[in-house]
């Protein structure tokens, strides 16, 4: 296996073989919570235009997604686990739009197979890796809003690579370093009620889940996530 780091939508959209789409704080961590309270899928939408016209087409959906880290004003959701944790998603269809997270993945048009990842569910994507074994891995750092490096993307990106090899570093000593990087310091702000310093922890609650959360059918602006857990335990 071949492994390549790469950033933001412009790197997904190299990505062949297998693309890994890392989003910590807070997409894929999201969406990893959501799939655990029972939703049955997720619509992932490259636009917040996308996910209304989705929402238009299926009223009984639920809007999820940030821009700016804030919630949009008609969404049902913002894009945090401590938010949606509440909530009841049993059998429920959550269309979701992110600033970086979901416009990455729709990016990754090249590759065979698009998988999203964050340190909840790192684990698991390092086994089911290390099972398909593809030539290629693309690990694709959504970032900061798309446009700047996000130490955490990058962090669980080296430590998915160490796991497929059979190391095991400590996580702790990541989250320590993250609640000073850039991209996290508002889960810290009190003036910022959009990014809830709980939203941080659990984000770094690394491996939580054995899940495997793979991009199904897709059209230009929108693709399906679902969930695959018990083949990779």
Same mark, same amino acid.
């Not at 933001?8 to 990505?15: D, I, S």
């Not at 790192?122 to 996000?150: H, M, N």
């Not at 003036?191 to 709980?198: L, R, V």
């Given at each position: 296996m071949k492994?390549?780091?790469v950033?933001?939508a412009?790197? @997904?959209e190299? *990505? #062949?073989?297998? /693309?890994?789409?890392?989003d910590?704080?807070?997409?894929?961590?999201? &969406?990893?919570?959501?799939?655990?309270?029972?939703?049955?899928?997720i619509?992932a939408?490259?636009?917040?235009?996308a996910a209304?016209?989705?929402?238009q087409?299926?009223p009984?959906y639920?809007l999820?997604g940030?821009?700016h880290?804030?919630k949009?004003?008609?969404?049902?959701?913002?894009n945090?686990?401590?938010?949606?944790?509440?909530?009841d998603?049993?059998?429920?269809?959550?269309?979701?739009s992110?600033?970086?997270g979901?416009?990455a993945l729709?990016?990754a048009r090249g590759?065979?197979?698009?998988?999203?990842?964050?340190?909840?569910?790192a @684990?698991?994507? *390092? #086994?089911?890796? /290390?099972?398909?074994?593809?030539?290629?891995?693309?690990l694709?750092? &959504?970032g900061?809003?798309?446009?700047?490096?996000a130490l955490?993307d990058v962090?669980c990106?080296r430590?998915?690579r160490?796991?497929?090899?059979g190391?095991?570093?400590?996580?702790?000593?990541?989250?320590q370093?993250?609640?000073?990087?850039?991209?996290?310091?508002r889960f810290?702000?009190?003036?910022?009620?959009h990014?809830p310093?709980?939203?941080f922890?659990?984000?770094?609650?690394a491996?939580?889940?054995?899940?495997?959360?793979r991009?199904?059918?897709a059209?230009?602006?929108?693709?399906?996530?679902?969930?695959f857990f018990?083949?990779?335990?």
């Amino acid at each position: 296996m071949k492994f390549h780091i790469v950033h933001y939508a412009r790197g @997904a959209e190299k *990505a #062949r073989g297998l /693309a890994v789409v890392i989003d910590v704080f807070r997409a894929f961590s999201v &969406a990893c919570y959501a799939f655990d309270q029972g939703a049955e899928k997720i619509v992932a939408a490259e636009t917040l235009d996308a996910a209304r016209a989705v929402k238009q087409k299926y009223p009984h959906y639920l809007l999820m997604g940030e821009r700016h880290a804030k919630k949009p004003l008609d969404f049902d959701l913002g894009n945090s686990p401590s938010e949606i944790g509440g909530k009841d998603l049993f059998g429920k269809t959550l269309v979701h739009s992110t600033h970086a997270g979901t416009k990455a993945l729709l990016a990754a048009r090249g590759a065979d197979t698009v998988i999203t990842a964050s340190f909840v569910n790192a @684990a698991a994507v *390092a #086994r089911y890796i /290390a099972r398909t074994c593809p030539d290629d891995v693309y690990l694709v750092c &959504a970032g900061f809003e798309g446009k700047s490096e996000a130490l955490e993307d990058v962090l669980c990106a080296r430590y998915i690579r160490q796991l497929v090899f059979g190391e095991n570093p400590d996580v702790a000593p990541m989250a320590q370093q993250l609640k000073t990087a850039a991209s996290a310091l508002r889960f810290f702000d009190p003036q910022d009620p959009h990014s809830p310093e709980a939203d941080f922890y659990m984000c770094m609650d690394a491996n939580r889940f054995n899940c495997v959360i793979r991009k199904t059918e897709a059209d230009k602006a929108t693709c399906v996530l679902k969930p695959f857990f018990s083949r990779f335990s």
